[in-house]
C-alpha cells in the first residue's frame, strides 16, 4: 500500500489499512467520537472515491447509503470543500446551517470528489453538446470522459437508485432512506455537467433525480408523524435544498414529462417557511430610520423586542434558488394531470407574503416628511449580477432578491399559461387575481431601481395582462382587488404612490376590457382626477384618463370635456417640463375627440373651435393669411413667423399639428362639404411653410387614411392640387 502524500492522495489504498478504517466508520452506530476524526474520515472517504477499483464501488456505495455514521447529524464536513485535480480548482462555502445537516456536508464533500474523479477521467479533445437545462438552445463544449468514467457513473447510479427504500428507515431514526438516495443522485447530476454524456445516460439520471424528489415529498410527510424529532434536524429544508440544487440542471423536457403537482407545493411551502420564521425577513415588525440619504432597517418583533437582522447572502440564495426551481417547474409541466389552478393556494400565500412587505414598507414611510425618498438601488455595474456586494446596501440587496423572487415565480407562470391552447375562465379567475395583488405589492421596490431594471417588472405584468384581457369579468375584478385608498391629501409616501401608479397602469392597460361602466364612473374616473393635480402622479393619470373616456357614460364624458380639454391644452404650451411628450400629447387629444363624438357632435365641434381660437391667440389681432403665391409663399410666411417669438412659434405648430390630427378621429362620419370646410380652416391658419408641409403630412397622408366613408384621398388630391398648384417651390418640401 502507498502511503499518502501531504494532500491525501492514496493510490492503492482500496485494499488497504485506511480502506479498512473508512468501512468502520461508515458501519459504526455509536453517536459518539471527535469532531475532527469524523471530519478526517470524510476526507478520507472523498480520496477513496476518487482512487477507489470500479470492482469495489458497488460495495462502498451500499455501505455510504447505510451508513448509520454519514448521516448522522454529528458529522459536520468543516467550513469549506476544497479539491483541485488535474486543474479542477473549486471552492464552496459551507452555510453553518444545523437544518440541513449531515446532508450539506456531504453534499459539498462527495461532489468535489465525484467531480475531481471525473476530472481525472476525462479526455483533451472536447464534444460540442447542449448544455443541461437549457432546453436544447443553449450550446457549450463539454468535455469527453474515458470510459471507465462512464463506468463510474452507470456502477453510481445503478446503486443508488437500485436501493429498495420501501418502508425503510435508518439506524438511530435519523432520516429516510429517500434523502439519501436524492441527495447521492443530486451529486451525481451536478457532478457531470461540464461532461459528454451519452443522452440517454444523462435523461436517465435526470429523471431519477425528478423521481426521488417526488419520492422523497411523499416519504417525508407521511413519516413526519412516525419518526422521532431529532434537534436542529429538518427534513423538509434537507428535501427543499436538495431539490434547487437538481431542478435547475435537468432539462425541461425531463420535467416535463413527469407531474410536478406534488413538487410545487412543496417548494413553495418551502419558500414562504423561510420568510414566516423570519429568517429572511417576515415575522419582524419592520420600521425605517432616516438618517440622511441612508436608510437603517430595523427588526423588531411583536413585543418590541428587538431581534438581530438577517440580511445574509446564503439565505438569499435559497429564496431566489427556491423560486427559480418552482419558476421552471411551472412552466415547464406539460403534464395532462398538471392543472394551473392548483396553484391558486400557492398564490394567495404569495400575495399575501408581498402584502406584508408592502404594508410594512408603507407603515414606516407614512410618517416621513415630503422631502423623503426611498434611495435608489446603486449598482456599478450593468448586470445585477455583476453588483459588487461590498458597494451594495444591504438593503438594497434584501428587496432585490424579494423582488426578482417574485418576477421569477410570476415569469414562469405567465410563460406556461401563454403556451396553452386556451385559459379557461375559470382557470384564469382563478390564479390572474393574487398575481396582479402579488406585482402590485412589489411595485414599490420599482422605485429603488433603474428603468433597465424596471422593465423586469413590465414583462411579467404585460404578459398576464394580455392574459387577463380576454375573460370578461376579470379585469373589473383585477381593478377592484388592486384599488388602492383614494388619497385625499398630497403625500409623499413613496410606497403609497407606487400602488397608486400601478392601479393607473392597470387602468391604462385593461381600459377597452369589460370594466364595467358604472365602476368607471364612480370609482375610476374620480380616482384619476384626484392623481391628475399631483406632480408624482400627473403624468400617469394624464395616460389613463382619455384611455377609458370612450368607455365611460355619456354623462362623465361631456363633463370632463373641458375640464380636461383645458388641462390638456395647459400641457402642450408649457415652456418647460410639460407632464406628456407631445406624443402623447397629441394620443390624448384624438382619444378626448372620439370620446366626445360619441355623444355629442355639437361639443365635438365646440372643442374643435375653442382649439382654433387657442391658435389665434398665438397670431395676435392683426394677424392675416398669407397670400402663399408662388412669388410670396416663403418670403411672407418667414416674415409672418419672424414676428413671433420663438417659444410662440413652437406653442402655435404644436396646437396646429393637433387641430389636423383630428381629421380621421370622430366616432361619427363626416359629409364631404364637412370635411373640405375643415381643410379650408386648417390652410387659412397657415403661417409658414411648415404649416404647410404639415398639413400635407400628417392631414391628408397619416389621418386621412382614417377615412373610409367619402374617399377622401380622391377629394383631398383634388383639394390640395387646388390649393397648392400655383406654389411649385413647396413640391421639393412634400
Known amino acids: 500500500m502507498k502511503r499518502t502524500d501531504t494532500r491525501g492522495e492514496m493510490e492503492g489504498v482500496d485494499d488497504g489499512v485506511l480502506y479498512m478504517d473508512v468501512m468502520s466508520w461508515l458501519l459504526s452506530t455509536s453517536e459518539g467520537g471527535e469532531e475532527r476524526l469524523d471530519e478526517r474520515m470524510l476526507d478520507t472517504l472523498c480520496q477513496l472515491i476518487i482512487y477507489l477499483r470500479l470492482a469495489l464501488l458497488d460495495h462502498l ?374 398575481a396582479f395583488q402579488t406585482l402590485s405589492h412589489i411595485h414599490f421596490i420599482t422605485l429603488r431601481f433603474p428603468p433597465d431594471k424596471r422593465s423586469t417588472h413590465s414583462d411579467v405584468y404585460n404578459a398576464l395582462v394580455t392574459l387577463a384581457k380576454p375573460h370578461p369579468d376579470l379585469p373589473n375584478r383585477i381593478l377592484h382587488e388592486c384599488q388602492p385608498p383614494l388619497m385625499t391629501q398630497i403625500t409623499s409616501d413613496p410606497v403609497g404612490i407606487s400602488r397608486v401608479i400601478y392601479y393607473l397602469n392597470l387602468v391604462e392597460s385593461l381600459a377597452g376590457s369589460c370594466i364595467h361602466q358604472d365602476y368607471l364612473d364612480k370609482v375610476v374616473v374620480p380616482f384619476i382626477w384626484t392623481s391628475i393635480r399631483r406632480s408624482k402622479l400627473a403624468f400617469h393619470a394624464h395616460l389613463a384618463l382619455p384611455t377609458i373616456l370612450p368607455f365611460c357614460s355619456k354623462e362623465t364624458v361631456l363633463n370632463l370635456a373641458g375640464p380636461y380639454f383645458d388641462l390638456l391644452i395647459q400641457d402642450v404650451t408649457l415652456e418647460q417640463a410639460p407632464i406628456l411628450s407631445f406624443e402623447q400629447q397629441t394620443s390624448s387629444w384624438k382619444n378626448l375627440l372620439k370620446a366626445v363624438s360619441i355623444y355629442s357632435r355639437d361639443k365635438t365641434e365646440a372643442l374643435t373651435g375653442e382649439l382654433i381660437e387657442r391658435i389665434k391667440e398665438l397670431d395676435g389681432p392683426e394677424k392675416r393669411q398669407p397670400r402663399l403665391t408662388e412669388n410670396h409663399a416663403k418670403k411672407e410666411a418667414e416674415e409672418e413667423g419672424g414676428g413671433l417669438r420663438s417659444q410662440a412659434i413652437e406653442k402655435r405648430k404644436k396646437l396646429y399639428t393637433l387641430l389636423i390630427s383630428r381629421i380621421g378621429e370622430l366616432d361619427y362620419e363626416e359629409s364631404v362639404q364637412e370635411t373640405l370646410r375643415f381643410l379650408d380652416t386648417c390652410w387659412e391658419l397657415i403661417r409658414c411653410e411648415e404649416d404647410v408641409v404639415e398639413l400635407f403630412h400628417v392631414g391628408l397622408n397619416q389621418q386621412a387614411l382614417k377615412l373610409t366613408g367619402h374617399g377622401l384621398a380622391n377629394i383631398g388630391v383634388k383639394w390640395w392640387l387646388q390649393k397648392t398648384g400655383r406654389l411649385k417651390k413647396l413640391s421639393s418640401k412634400l
Open 61 to 434: 456505495m451500499l455501505t455510504i447509503i447505510h451508513s448509520p455514521k454519514l448521516w448522522s447529524p454529528r458529522v459536520r464536513g468543516g467550513n469549506t470543500a476544497t479539491s483541485k485535480e488535474d486543474g479542477l480548482d473549486s471552492k464552496e462555502d459551507v452555510a453553518p446551517d444545523r437544518t440541513v445537516e449531515p446532508f450539506l456536508s456531504v453534499f459539498i464533500k462527495l461532489r468535489s470528489a465525484c467531480s475531481t474523479k471525473l476530472h481525472r477521467s476525462s479526455l483533451p479533445s472536447p464534444a460540442y453538446s447542449p448544455l443541461p437545462g437549457s432546453g436544447h438552445h443553449t450550446h457549450q463544449t463539454l468535455t469527453r470522459l474515458k470510459p471507465s468514467a462512464i463506468a463510474f457513473i452507470n456502477r453510481w447510479r445503478d446503486v443508488v437508485v437500485g436501493v429498495d427504500a420501501k418502508n425503510q428507515t435508518v439506524a438511530q431514526h435519523h432520516t429516510h432512506m429517500d434523502l439519501r438516495q436524492l441527495c447521492l443522485m443530486t451529486i451525481l447530476l451536478d457532478s457531470i455537467k461540464p461532461f459528454h454524456l451519452p443522452s440517454r445516460l444523462r435523461n436517465s439520471i435526470e429523471q431519477d433525480c425528478v423521481h426521488l424528489i417526488k419520492h422523497a415529498i411523499l416519504a417525508t410527510q407521511s413519516a413526519t408523524a412516525t419518526l422521532p424529532h431529532i434537534p436542529h434536524f429538518h427534513p423538509d429544508s434537507v428535501l427543499s435544498w436538495l431539490a434547487v440544487k437538481a431542478i435547475p440542471s435537468i432539462t425541461p423536457i425531463n420535467l416535463a414529462n413527469s407531474s410536478t403537482n406534488v413538487m410545487i407545493p412543496h417548494l413553495a411551502a418551502s419558500l414562504f417557511r423561510v420568510f414566516v420564521e423570519g429568517r429572511l425577513f417576515d415575522g419582524l415588525s419592520t420600521s425605517l430610520d432616516v438618517s440622511g440619504d441612508s436608510l437603517a432597517l430595523l427588526a423588531q418583533s411583536r413585543t418590541d423586542e428587538k431581534l438581530k437582522r438577517v440580511l445574509s447572502d446564503p439565505m438569499a440564495q435559497v429564496v431566489l434558488s427556491i423560486s427559480l426551481s418552482i419558476s421552471q417547474l411551472v412552466e415547464n409541466t406539460t403534464s395532462q394531470n398538471f392543472d394551473p389552478s392548483a396553484l391558486s393556494a400557492d398564490l394567495n400565500n404569495f400575495a399575501l407574503m408581498a402584502e406584508r412587505i408592502h404594508e410594512s414598507w408603507r407603515s414606516a414611510t407614512r410618517s416621513h416628511d415630503d422631502q423623503f425618498h426611498l434611495p435608489m438601488f446603486k449598482e456599478n455595474s450593468t448586470s445585477i449580477t455583476h453588483l459588487n456586494s461590498h458597494d451594495e446596501d444591504p438593503l438594497d440587496r434584501w428587496l432585490r432578491n424579494i423582488f426578482f423572487s417574485c418576477l421569477l415565480i410570476l415569469g414562469g407562470l405567465a410563460n406556461k399559461l401563454a403556451t396553452q391552447e386556451a385559459l379557461s375562465d375559470v382557470t384564469a379567475d382563478t390564479i390572474l387575481p393574487p
